[in-house]
C-alpha cells in the first residue's frame, strides 16, 4: 500500500516566522519527491521538487530530503500572508510515472 | 502561451448522463493524467497516459473513461456507472522519463468543478 502522510493542520504563523511542512512516506523505492501549493478553489501549482537527500534551496523554500526515515520537509523562510494556502506533498511510485498525493497541510500565515 | 486548458471551469450532470470534460495541453509532454479531488482530501489518480493510443487504469478508474488520439488531448468522461461523481477534476501532464522516474514534474490545468444535480 503507497501512503505518504501529512499533519492535515492547521499550522499558523506569524508573518516573517518560518513554516515547516513535513510528510512521510512508505514506498521505499521512491525517486522523486514534490510540494505544491494549492489555494483555496484552484489547482495545485509545482514549487518544489527533490531528488537526492539532503537540501535544495529555492527562493525563501527549502526541500529537504531525508530516504533513509522516508521523510521529506519543506521550510517557507519569511512567511507572507500570500504563503496562506494548502501544500501537498507528492512522491513518485516506485519506478513509474505515477504519483501519490498526500491529503496536504493547511498552512496560515498571520499578519 | 505554453500551458495545459481545461474546459468547462463548471459542469452540472443529471443523474444518469455522460459528461465529457476537456483537457488539452501544448508543452509537448508524452504524459498525461486525470485526478479526482474530493474536499479536504489529496489528488486520487484515475486514469493516465504515455503515449499516443495508450492509458492506463489509476486508482480509481471505475465508471471513468478516457481516450489518447491525439498527444495534445486527453478527454475524460464520467460515466453514469460512476456514483458519486461530485469533485474537482484535475488533468495534469509531464514529460515521461522511462529510466528510473527523476524529474517526473507535473503540472495541472486550472480543473473542472463538477456538480451531480
Known amino acids: 500500500q503507497k501512503e505518504v502522510e501529512q499533519n492535515s493542520g492547521p499550522l499558523s504563523v506569524p508573518e516573517g516566522a518560518i513554516a515547516s511542512l513535513n510528510c512521510t512516506y512508505s514506498?521505499?523505492?521512491?525517486?522523486?519527491f514534490f510540494w505544491y501549493r494549492q489555494y483555496s478553489g484552484k489547482s495545485p501549482e509545482l514549487i518544489m521538487s527533490?531528488?537526492s537527500n539532503g537540501d535544495k534551496e529555492d527562493g525563501r523554500f527549502t526541500a529537504q530530503l531525508n530516504k533513509a526515515s522516508q521523510y521529506v520537509s519543506l521550510l517557507i523562510r519569511d512567511s507572507q500572508p500570500s504563503d496562506s494556502a494548502t501544500y501537498l506533498c507528492?512522491?513518485?511510485w516506485g519506478y513509474g510515472n505515477k504519483l501519490v498525493f498526500g491529503a496536504g497541510t493547511i498552512l496560515r500565515v498571520k499578519s | 502561451d505554453g500551458g495545459i486548458t481545461q474546459s468547462p471551469k463548471y459542469l452540472f450532470r443529471k443523474e444518469g448522463q455522460n459528461v465529457t470534460l476537456s483537457c488539452e495541453q501544448n508543452l509537448n509532454h508524452d504524459a498525461m493524467y486525470w485526478y479526482r479531488q474530493d474536499p479536504g482530501q489529496g489528488l486520487r489518480l484515475i486514469y493516465y497516459?504515455?503515449?499516443?493510443?495508450?492509458?492506463q487504469k489509476g486508482d480509481i478508474a471505475e465508471g471513468y473513461s478516457v481516450s489518447r488520439e491525439k498527444k495534445e488531448s486527453f478527454p475524460l468522461t464520467v460515466t453514469s456507472a460512476q456514483k458519486n461523481p461530485t469533485a474537482f477534476y484535475l488533468c495534469?501532464?509531464?514529460?515521461?522519463?522511462?529510466?528510473?522516474?527523476?524529474?517526473?514534474?507535473?503540472?495541472f490545468g486550472p480543473g473542472t468543478r463538477l456538480t451531480v444535480l
Open positions: 497516459s504515455q503515449i499516443v493510443n495508450d492509458f
Open positions: 495534469a501532464s509531464s514529460i515521461l522519463i522511462w529510466t528510473s522516474g527523476r524529474h517526473n514534474e507535473q503540472f
Open positions: 507528492a512522491v513518485n
Open positions: 527533490i531528488y
Open positions: 514506498d521505499r523505492g521512491s525517486q522523486s
